[in-house]
């Protein structure tokens, strides 16, 4: 059959290992999240959207906020690093950074939990007092959550640099499996605090779980030229993303002054689009990221060029098909999946309504995805935090605009518009690096 189409079967031998590894990675990672999702699904169909609810979301911003921005900013720095370290060295870097983290993380953690009754406070400006008082007990449980999810992100940034993706979903599967099921034990004997509690054992379970892959045991050696080198990269990165990542925060500041529910719809569209994200990262963005360092590091700047336009293209398509079967068979679908018992169809419109919204989240925050791994595999790790901040400024008059104006249908569209220029501008200075490269490199 082959025979008949040429371009065929040399298309399928040469990227046969790419579809398959790419295929796999996407349904372990899909596994993966649907089963974190189910805890937002399993607890809004068991308490309903109002008080408790919003309550918990609410209190998930900053952990939510430290996996984006740390656990993000690690794996984008350690990656390209981990990758050209092996045996001995690999080890012992590993473990610096892992120990470092956890120092860094418990501390933070500490001064966010005595400091909480004051943060909280400012964060749900809309909340009634006992209200807040939930938030602040929820929160103080989740943020022990924060140590284990600094750990975690070193873990996996040291096992993709040597490409283990299938087995970091596998484990990362395992341990939201087993938080689930915990879940589902203890939100009807313990109420809402369970909830918290699950995601803390999940993130728990993930760090046990992956703590053997580093090897023997090594002692901290915090002044290595890696760490300084990790540091000299890490930092702009942190500091950028701190400020553009609050995002987050801002939408649950503007979401706890809408009518009761609507900051539990916010919160269940954007997990939705994370986890979508999270999926394509993972299958697409995360696996290039080696082999675009490997490409920097030899030069090879148009095989750089080519490689990255590819994973666009791809993902623009899997992305516009998903939004398109959204619109048609979006509404239908929800009803099936939350229409039922405290979750009204009145409850599932308003869902949809705020997905089509936030589209521009899940297209252009995947390109957004791949287009700041390029920079990052390049050791660049200022221009795309540059221009995230200056990105966010103006999307933050975009979202506070949206919401005085629609309230939070207005906020969604206003993240949509800002998604999608953030990923404009950093496509064009993409393309303006590579092209002075490969002209320095033709020189």
Partial sequence: ???????????????????????????????????????????????????????????????????????????????????????????????????????VFSVFSLVLFLTSPVWVAWTVPGFDPPTVALTVGL??????????????????????????????????????????????WALPRYGIKAAAWAMVVRMMLQTVFLIPTLGPYRRPNWKTPSVKTAWARLRPLLAGTSYYRTDQLVDRILASLAPRGFLTFLHLSQQFYNSGNMILSKAISTPTVPVLANFACQEKWKEFRAYVIKRLI????????????????????????????????????????????????????SLGQILSSSFYAQGNT???????????????????????????????????????????????YLKKEIARKMTAASR
């Avoid at 999702?37 to 952990?63: C, K, S």
């Avoid at 949809?352 to 925050?365: D, E, F, M, Q």
Wanted: glycine share 12%; aromatic share 12%.
């Fill in 139 to 184: 929160v103080r449980i989740q943020l022990f959550g924060i140590v284990f999810t600094g750990l975690t992100g070193v873990l996996h940034a040291a096992n993709l640099a040597r490409r283990r993706f299938i087995f970091v979903e596998l484990v990362s599967i395992g341990g939201n499996v087993l938080g689930f099921l915990f879940l589902i």
């Fill in 382 to 428: 200022k221009t795309p935090t540059r221009i995230g901040m200056i990105g966010f400024t103006f999307g933050l008059g975009l979202k506070i605009g949206g919401f005085f104006i629609k309230g939070v249908l207005g906020l969604a569209i206003g993240t949509s518009i800002y998604q999608f220029l953030v990923a404009v501008v950093l496509y064009i």
């Fill in 314 to 365: 791809l993902l623009s398509a899997i992305t516009g098909f998903c939004f398109c079967l959204l619109v048609v068979l979006g509404k239908p679908s929800l009803s099936l999946v939350f229409a039922h018992r405290q979750f009204s169809q009145d409850n599932v419109r308003d869902l949809w309504v705020l997905l089509v919204a936030l589209g521009g989240v899940l297209i252009a925050g």
């Fill in 1 to 103: 059959m082959l025979n008949h189409f040429p371009r065929i079967g040399p298309f399928l031998k040469k990227y046969s290992s790419f579809i398959s590894r790419t295929s796999v990675l996407a349904v372990l990672a899909a596994v993966n999240l649907l089963v974190a999702f189910l805890y937002q699904w399993y607890i809004a169909l068991v308490n309903g959207p109002g008080r408790e609810t919003d309550a918990l979301f609410a209190g998930m911003v900053v952990p939510t906020l430290v996996l984006a921005v740390v656990g993000g900013s690690l794996t984008f720095v350690l990656i390209p690093m981990l990758s050209t370290r092996s045996g001995a060295d690999f080890s012992g870097d590993s473990w610096n950074f892992f120990q470092l983290m956890g120092v």
